[in-house]
């Protein structure tokens, strides 16, 4: 078997050189190449890595592909490619089905299985501590990126024609915190309010650990049945995930285009290599410190990643999220009390975005911020950033805000809609990265995290070894 691999990552490699080689002396040194050699050229590289998947039979495999395979279509294929849109939203919806119960379900047996209710409060003061010290530590990076590159000074480009953002009003103190509770249970499954589902959960989850034995038991039994089922459930919607991937892959080329890239390159280079910065110099030492296995980490995480990055959802990677983690050694409990909470609390990737495109915002518009009201900015997006979980684009929508609140003029924002889907993709991977390192943390701090014998649940349900 080690043979297929070995001739397949060959036969990748000579492809992918030879399209690479032909690409750059067809664009950069002008040598007049027929479009057809270009196109076989690829097809070739692509062909070479579905033979790896074929041999592989990984699911995680697979959506790296189709990313791959997507890109081309969107190239090739714009009429077409916009049309595809349809497969991801399908994936998100039975998505979206899985979560309020699966939440439910793993969070009632966490609690009312232990009935250890100091536990709970426990991991809630240490999940908002971790949260909010790294989240801390994100702003500030995005602060230093955009403040080194400059990547706003003598911008110029006009707005996107076409494009709005949502209009949110500005949410007070007692609205965020209200936002927190449940009004209506229905309301908040049916909103996706993950927050709302989490709290009530818990409270739920405390009610039924007080009850009697008698009583208690049957609850228990029947979060159980459902949290496997879900899991099962999980599993299936998965299958579904590398056509999803690729269909949102080539939706985003086909309609934005490939070119859009040379105008802001600047820009988004920056959040990457920040972003980049962020995992290496902050996440990654989290990790050694408190003795979290990184090779084993990054096998659990590569799947939910790479899914948040395609869709640019962290609901599409959630359910998924939540299995390997508990796979990896993290308590279920602990999993499904840190992962949901961390999606108001710990969104790393968007607080350090919302840091660097409100600088890019005052440096395209020519006005100079002082240290001082820089960090005030920043501190006003971190705490704003809590109140608009659910709304569409809402990372623009609070930049818009902080805007006008600083007086700050709006049209540089819409410059940055150009290439706001590539952006997000990056920051929707690295809050997923970020909430599943803080379960592992929570874990690791409650002595309950055992990676002695973790496993990774591939997506034909099957179990692979990374110890």
């Known amino acids: 078997m080690k043979k ?45 890595l579905i033979w790896l998947a074929l041999k592989r039979k990984s699911l995680t ?14 190239n090739d294929l714009p009429a077409f490619a916009v049309n595809l849109q349809i497969f ?20 009632v047996v966490g609690i009312a299985g232990h009935s250890d209710l100091k536990q709970v409060g426990r991991m809630g003061w240490k999940s908002i501590l971790y949260f909010e010290v790294v989240s801390t530590i994100a702003l500030f990076i995005g602060l230093a990126a955009i403040n080194i590159s400059q990547a706003g000074v003598g911008i110029t480009l006009p707005p996107v024609a076409g494009e709005h953002l949502d209009e949110v009003k500005k949410q007070t103190i007692q609205e965020v915190i209200l936002h927190i509770f449940p009004e209506n249970l229905a309301r908040a499954v049916y909103e996706g309010q993950v927050l709302q589902i989490v709290v ?14 008698n009583y208690k038991r049957p609850m228990i039994r029947f979060s159980e049945s459902l949290a496997e089922t879900m899991f099962k459930f999980t599993n299936l919607i998965m299958l579904f ?8 892959i080539a939706y985003t080329v086909g309609h934005m285009g490939l070119g859009v890239l040379v105008n802001l390159f600047k820009l988004l280079i920056t959040l990457y290599v920040a972003l980049i910065a962020f995992m290496l110099f902050v996440l990654l030492p989290v990790a050694y410190f408190l003795r979290i296995p990184v090779k084993r980490f990054i096998k659990a995480v590569a799947e939910p990643a790479t899914i948040a990055f395609a869709t640019t959802s962290s609901e599409s990677a959630l359910p998924r999220a939540m299995e390997n983690m508990e796979a990896f050694g993290v308590p279920r409990k602990i999993v499904a009390f840190v992962l949901p909470t961390g999606y108001s609390f710990n969104l790393d990737g968007t607080t350090l975005y919302l840091a660097l495109a409100s600088i890019f915002v005052a440096q395209a518009a020519g006005i100079h911020l002082s240290f001082g009201q820089q960090v005030v900015m920043m501190f006003t997006l971190m705490l704003t950033s809590k109140g608009v979980a659910g709304v569409p684009r809402a990372s623009l929508v609070i930049l818009l805000g902080t805007a006008v609140s600083f007086g700050l003029p709006v ?57």
Not at 23 to 37: A, G, K, M, Q, T
């Open 4 to 48: 297929y691999f070995a001739s397949a990552y060959v036969w990748i490699f000579i492809t992918l050189s030879i399209a690479s080689v032909l690409h750059f002396c067809s664009y950069i040194l002008e040598v007049p190449i027929p479009s057809s050699v270009l196109l076989s050229s690829r097809l070739l590289f692509i062909a070479a």
């Open 61 to 74: 495999t697979w959506i790296l592909i189709s990313m791959v395979i997507g890109a081309e279509i969107g």
């Open 88 to 107: 991801s939203k399908i994936f998100l919806r039975m998505i979206k089905t899985i979560i309020a119960p699966l939440l439910f379900a793993t969070l």
């Open 200 to 213: 009530f959960s818990i409270l739920f989850g405390i009610a039924v650990a007080m009850l009697k034995e």
């Open 241 to 248: 995930a590398p056509i999803a991937v690729g269909a949102a």
């Open 411 to 467: 049209e540089p924002i819409f410059i940055i809609l150009g290439i706001d889907e590539l952006m997000d993709m990056a920051r929707t991977s690295v809050n997923v990265i970020g909430n599943c390192l803080a379960s592992a943390v929570v874990a690791r701090w409650e002595g309950e995290l055992d990676t002695s014998n973790a496993l990774v649940t591939g997506g034909d349900g099957q179990s692979d070894s990374v110890s």
